[in-house]
């Protein structure tokens, strides 16, 4: 971490940057959050540690929009969601210096709390120099302690590599953390019956509050104008509907993001609700990979996107039925 | 004990068909006197491709039982590729309507021209059959909305 400091501090000061996008101290050991810092001093809340999910490439649309270069930290993950941006020309490439940093997995608060530990003070094993695979936690019931492993975010288990796609310089070590098949959730839940798939969905969603989190959290839904927030559609807020209100937002959002959605897993993490977002983007993956070709978005900034995209051998829309 | 009223199930069926093939080809039908059920609704589309997949949601949200949608067989399409487009996104709508539990055997893609009067009444037919066959369907409702 303070090998990151120490570089941002470099580079604010010799005006190659005007500012820092980062992650800064929150009140709680577990919870950073993402942050500008225009000042050597203002560097002194700098956080990059295991709690440091937060995928920083969507706040760089608007920090395009400023005077001067943005210094911004991306995981590899996030790398993903910046060259997305890129290829649909809603960041600048001129306006960011991108320092890549290594991960060994982000935790999951939750799943912690899962665990049973409760009033957290301290959590010792989130730094990222450390390799540590025990995270000691000091709480005020006395020390408790997690595997780093069965505490990390869902997403982490099902990594697409520690590989930097786009970056100026990277610092810092990862750790590969893929231990589960990245289609398997889905499958487990295609092997059901249409009705226990329309129960399970059902319950999933009805949870819902429509805080929007999901949708602000997405470096995919970067549309200046969302269909959500316009009164012209009835989807535009949690009306007292009677009906599919939720299921609409849920289909209709994974479906904007379709072909276009890298898989980073933030939708998941900020829904207050536990919700497996998820499951709807990785299906949509799925689908365009087995039925138009292996495609990952992100992975480059030339490539067509599915949607955008055909080819006259295209499957109809019965194979949907006949592959049963 | 109460009395069920025995009533025939009248699937309630949405076609949207695209202006230059599927729709003549409905006229078609309508003027050679071929029939099919009057529980199909015809929306006119300019083309295939301006089916947003809202429409569909929308339908199966006001109550559809079943939704198809006809375009001009690809490669005929009047504005070159718009069905190939389209054909994509309905793959992919309908294996999500599948995946949160809504049965495939709802959602259908034909490609039907302007001189396929008999497919058209065909097709129908057949959708609507499968419909009844299939019964109600779900209603993509929130678990909060009933008790
Ligand atoms: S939900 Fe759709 S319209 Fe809204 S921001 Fe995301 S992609 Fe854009
Ligand atoms: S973050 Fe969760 S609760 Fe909020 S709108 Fe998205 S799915 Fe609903």
Known sequence: MQELINRAKELLADNTVARVLGWRAG?????????????????????????????????????????????????????YSFNQLLKEHRVDREKAYIIGVGCKGKLDIEKIRK?????????????????????????????????????????????????????????????????????????????????????????????????????????A?????????????????????????????????????????????????????????????????????????????????????????????????SIIGERG | MSI?????????????????????GADLAGSSRLGYPADVKIIRVPCSCRVNPMFILRAFEKGADGVIMCGCHPGDCHYSTGNYYARRRMTLLFSMLDFIGVENGRTRVEWVSAAEGARFSDTMNDFVEKIRSLGKNVRLEDLRCRS
């Open chain 1, 27 to 79: 009140d709680l050991p577990y919870d950073p959050e993402p942050a500008y810092f225009e000042t050597e001093d203002a560097l002194k809340d700098f956080v990059y540690n295991g709690f440091c999910g937060a995928n920083l490439s969507k706040y760089m649309i608007e920090a395009s929009k400023l005077e001067g270069k943005t210094l911004v930290f991306l995981k590899p993950c996030d790398t």
């Open chain 1, 115 to 219: 665990q049973g530990v409760k009033g957290i003070r301290g959590i010792s094993g989130a730094e990222m120099t450390d390799d540590a695979d025990v995270l000691t936690i000091d709480t005020i019931y006395g020390e408790k302690t997690c595997a780093y492993q069965d505490v990390m975010l869902g997403r982490c288990h099902v990594c697409k590599g520690k590989e930097h796609k786009v970056y100026d310089e990277l610092i810092g070590e990862s750790r590969e953390t893929t231990d589960a098949e990245r289609f398997a959730e889905v499958e487990a839940i295609e092997a059901m019956s249409p009705q226990e798939r329309f129960a399970y969905f059902k319950k999933e969603l009805s949870k819902c509050i429509r805080c929007n989190a999901c949708r602000n959290v997405c470096p």
């Open chain 1, 221 to 317: 839904c970067s549309c200046r104008k969302c269909v959500f927030d316009s009164n012209k559609f009835d989807s535009s807020q949690k009306a007292n509907a009677d009906s599919f209100e939720e299921k609409m937002f849920h289909i209709i959002r994974a479906f904007h993001v379709a072909g276009r959605c890298t898989d980073c897993g933030e939708c998941s993490r900020v829904c207050p609700q536990g919700i497996p977002l998820h499951l709807f983007n990785r299906k949509f993956i799925k689908e365009i990979d087995q039925l138009y070709g292996e495609y990952q978005a992100g992975e480059d900034t030339e490539s067509k996107a599915p949607l955008t995209d055909y080819t006259f051998e295209d499957a109809e829309p």
């Open chain 2, 4 to 24: 069920e009223a025995k009533e025939e199930f009248r699937p309630k069926i949405v076609a949207f068909c695209c202006n230059w093939c599927s729709y003549a």
